[in-house]
T-cell receptor, first 111, second 116 residues
Framework: SAVISQKPSRDICQRGTSLTIQCQVDSQVTMMFWYRQQPGQSLTLIATANQGSEATYESGFVIDKFPISRPNLTFSTLTVSNMSPEDSSIYLC????????FGSGTRLTVV | AQKVTQAQTEISVVEKEDVTLDCVYETRDTTYYLFWYKQPPSGELVFLIRRNSFDEQNEISGRYSWNFQKSTSSFNFTITASQVVDSAVYFCALSEAGTSGSRLTFGEGTQLTVNP
């Protein structure tokens, strides 16, 4: 299975600022997925990122709030823009390998 | 649309007890994959098992076993002789098969607490 390095592991941010989360995969993958897990809840897909094209966003998520880059087949970033306390969550990236490997997650707290 | 239901929000057991976590799914696809993940307090998601829709054989891995029944759309997970280290949130998930762009649909998760 793939190995994913996700950074940062956690951050505390001021409201109104932005945070960029990075995921680096040890092998080339076609699709990368970004999930959000709000406190005490399940994982919700934010968007699917395909190299060389615009990410596909799920209902309730918009590009202006969660811009995604996918410059190559091993790397992607998710930016959480203009943050509010409601954005406090764990954000995880994932790739579609045998077991859908996940990054270790970014625990974001917005104050 | 796909849906995964984990009716048990929280389960608490005493160490060495057996515990079964239930998972019921809905999908219109004839080919799909089912998964179980463990999420310890540290937050990372640990892959436990993948099962495709054509393989209804039960799976056993150490103290873990899985019972997949298409007739009832269930994919239950049993931990035998539970240990304190098994305490975590467990998620059941479903994806379409055949493409690399298939997203995972997660259940709400079951918080398992194993008390010494």
């Amino acid at each position: 299975s793939a190995v994913i390095s996700q950074k940062p592991s956690r951050d505390i941010c001021q409201r109104g600022t932005s945070l960029t989360i990075q995921c680096q995969v040890d092998s080339q993958v076609t699709m990368m997925f970004w999930y959000r897990q709000q406190p005490g809840q399940s994982l919700t897909l934010i968007a699917t990122a395909n190299q060389g094209s615009e990410a596909t966003y799920e209902s309730g998520f918009v590009i202006d709030k969660f811009p995604i880059s996918r410059p190559n087949l091993t790397f992607s970033t998710l930016t959480v823009s203009n943050m509010s306390p409601e954005d406090s969550s764990i954000y995880l990236c994932s790739v579609a390998r045998y077991g859908y490997t996940f990054g270790s997650g970014t625990r974001l707290t917005v104050v | 649309a796909q849906k995964v239901t984990q009716a048990q929000t929280e389960i608490s057991v005493v160490e060495k007890e057996d515990v079964t976590l239930d998972c019921v799914y809905e999908t219109r696809d004839t080919t799909y994959y089912l998964f179980w993940y463990k999420q310890p307090p540290s937050g990372e998601l640990v892959f436990l098992i993948r099962r495709n829709s054509f393989d209804e054989q039960n799976e056993i891995s150490g103290r873990y076993s899985w019972n997949f029944q298409k007739s009832t759309s269930s994919f239950n997970f049993t931990i035998t002789a539970s240990q304190v280290v098994d305490s975590a949130v467990y998620f059941c998930a479903l994806s379409e098969a055949g493409t690399s762009g298939s997203r995972l649909t997660f259940g709400e998760g079951t918080q398992l607490t194993v008390n010494p």
